[in-house]
C-alpha cells in the first residue's frame, strides 16, 4: 500500500495569516519532530487571506519533506477559528491538533495531549495557568491579567477551564469535525465557542499543562480584541439560547490549495 493512501494517525493544522517571515523554523520544528514518530501524519497549513508570501514561502519549506503537507489559502482574511474550521474539515487524520504558526507551546508536547485522547478523552486544550505549566517567556503584566479576567468570565458564563485560549488543542477526528462544523465566530472568541460546544455536546475534555512562551510578533490589538470577546461571549451565549448550534455549517471557499505527497521510497513504513 503506498503512503498516501493510509489514513494518518494525526493531522497537524496551523493556521497562518502574514507569517512569511517567521514561519519557515517552526515548520521545520513541527516536521523534525513529526518524521520521528512511529505513527504517520500529516500537515494541514491554512493561510487565512494573508497579505504576504506566506502560501509560497510555506511550500518552499516544506516541498521535499518525509511528511505529507497540504495548504490551502483563500481570500479575504477572516479570522483564526475559520482557518481551523477550514483545516480541521479537511484533515485526514484520527487525530487531528492544531497550533499556532509561531509554537509558542513547543511541538514536542504533542505525545502528553495525544496520550490523553488514548486514555479515552474527546477533547484535549492545553494550559498555561496550571501550577505545573512552565512560561518560559511572560506576557506583558496588562495582557496577562486582562487573560485572567477573560477566563474567570468564560469560566462562569461558557465552560470551567483554567485556559481558554492557548493556541495548542488536540481532539479526537469525529469530534473535532463535529464541533468545527458548528461553529460560527471567527475571531479570537472561537476558542469559547469550542469550549461550549465541547459541553454542549458531552465530549470528554481533559487539560494538560503546557510549557510557553511569548513570542514577538503578536496579531493582537489589545483595546480591539477584548471588546471582540466580550462581545463574543454575548454572542455565544445568544447562539447558544436560539438553537443556531444544534446544526452545522461548512461555508468554506474555494481556493489554491498545494500539495506534497513522500514517494513510497522516502516514506517510512507504517507503525506495527
Not at 436560539?242 to 446544526?247: C, F, I, L
Request: glycine share 6%; charged share 30%; proline share 5%.
Amino acid at each position: 500500500m503506498e503512503h498516501a493512501s493510509r489514513t494518518p494517525s494525526l493531522s497537524v493544522v496551523i493556521p497562518a495569516y502574514n507569517e512569511a517571515g517567521r514561519i519557515r523554523e517552526p515548520l521545520a520544528s513541527v516536521h523534525a519532530y513529526l518524521r520521528a514518530q512511529p505513527y504517520e501524519s500529516e500537515v494541514v497549513v491554512v493561510d487565512d487571506g494573508s497579505e504576504d508570501a506566506t502560501f509560497d514561502v510555506v511550500r518552499n519549506a516544506t516541498r521535499g519533506w518525509d511528511v505529507p503537507v497540504r495548504a490551502f489559502r483563500y481570500r479575504p482574511n477572516v479570522g483564526k477559528g475559520y482557518a481551523i474550521k477550514f483545516g480541521v474539515a479537511r484533515a485526514r487524520g484520527d487525530r487531528i491538533l492544531f497550533t499556532d504558526a509561531d509554537l509558542s507551546t513547543p511541538i514536542e508536547q504533542t505525545g502528553a495531549f495525544l496520550a490523553r485522547l488514548d486514555a479515552g478523552a474527546d477533547v484535549v486544550i492545553g494550559s498555561r495557568k496550571t501550577p505545573w505549566a512552565e512560561i518560559v517567556v511572560h506576557q506583558p503584566w496588562y495582557r496577562e491579567q486582562l487573560g485572567k479576567a477573560y477566563t474567570r468570565l468564560v469560566r462562569r458564563v461558557i465552560a470551567d477551564v483554567s485556559d481558554v485560549t492557548c493556541g495548542f488543542k488536540a481532539f479526537r477526528a469525529a469530534a473535532a469535525k463535529d464541533i468545527f462544523a458548528r461553529v460560527r465566530l471567527y475571531d479570537w472568541s472561537f476558542d469559547a465557542e469550542v469550549l461550549l460546544l465541547v459541553r454542549q455536546l458531552a465530549y470528554r475534555l481533559d487539560e494538560v499543562a503546557v510549557r510557553w512562551e511569548d513570542r514577538a510578533g503578536s496579531r493582537v490589538r489589545l483595546v480591539r480584541d477584548v471588546a471582540r470577546s466580550l462581545w463574543g461571549i454575548v454572542r455565544i451565549r445568544a447562539n447558544a439560547l436560539r438553537g443556531v448550534y444544534r446544526t452545522s455549517t461548512l461555508d468554506l471557499p474555494d481556493g489554491d490549495a498545494w500539495e506534497w505527497t513522500p514517494r513510497p521510497s522516502v516514506a517510512r513504513a507504517p507503525a506495527r
